[in-house]
C-alpha cells in the first residue's frame, strides 16, 4: 500500500522550531519528487518546500525561504522539514505529497498525499 505518514507537528512559540518527517512506504522516497504543502484556516493551501527525486534539487517558497531546510533520508525512507524562526503566519496543517514530476508546487502533478500535521506557533 502506498502511503505517506506526517508526525513532528504541534505547538511552538514565535521563534521556536519543529521538524516534520515523512514517511513513505509502498515506494522508494528518492524515485518522487516530495513536497511540502500547508493550508491555514480559511486560505488556500500553498507549497512551501519540495526536493525532487533523482537530483534532491531543493525549492522553497519565498516565505519560508532561508527560515526553512528540506532534506531526505533515504535509509529510512523519510523527507524532514527543518521549521526554524517560527512565526505565527506559519499555522497551518502541514501536507507532503509525491509527484512523478520534478520539484514544483503544482498540487496537481502530486499523486500520493498524506494526511497532514497540524503547526500551531502562537505565544
Known amino acids: 500500500q502506498l502511503q505517506l505518514v506526517e508526525s513532528g507537528g504541534g505547538w511552538v512559540q514565535p521563534g521556536g522550531s519543529l521538524r516534520l518527517s515523512c514517511l513513505a512506504s509502498?515506494?522508494?522516497?528518492?524515485?518522487?519528487?516530495i513536497g511540502w504543502f500547508r493550508q491555514a484556516s480559511g486560505k488556500e493551501s500553498e507549497g512551501v518546500s519540495c526536493?525532487?527525486?533523482?537530483?534532491?534539487?531543493?525549492n522553497y517558497a519565498d516565505t519560508v525561504k532561508g527560515r526553512f531546510t528540506i532534506s531526505r533520508d533515504n535509509a529510512k525512507n523519510t523527507v524532514y522539514l527543518q521549521m526554524n524562526s517560527l512565526n505565527p503566519e506559519d499555522t497551518a496543517v502541514y501536507y507532503c505529497?509525491?509527484?512523478?514530476?520534478?520539484?514544483?508546487?503544482?498540487?496537481?502533478?502530486?499523486?500520493?498525499w498524506g494526511q497532514g500535521t497540524q503547526v500551531t506557533v502562537s505565544s
Open positions: 509502498g515506494f522508494t522516497v528518492n524515485n518522487y519528487a
Open positions: 526536493i525532487s527525486g533523482s537530483s534532491g534539487m531543493t
Open positions: 505529497a509525491a509527484s512523478h514530476w520534478d520539484c514544483q508546487f503544482n498540487k496537481d502533478d502530486y499523486i500520493y
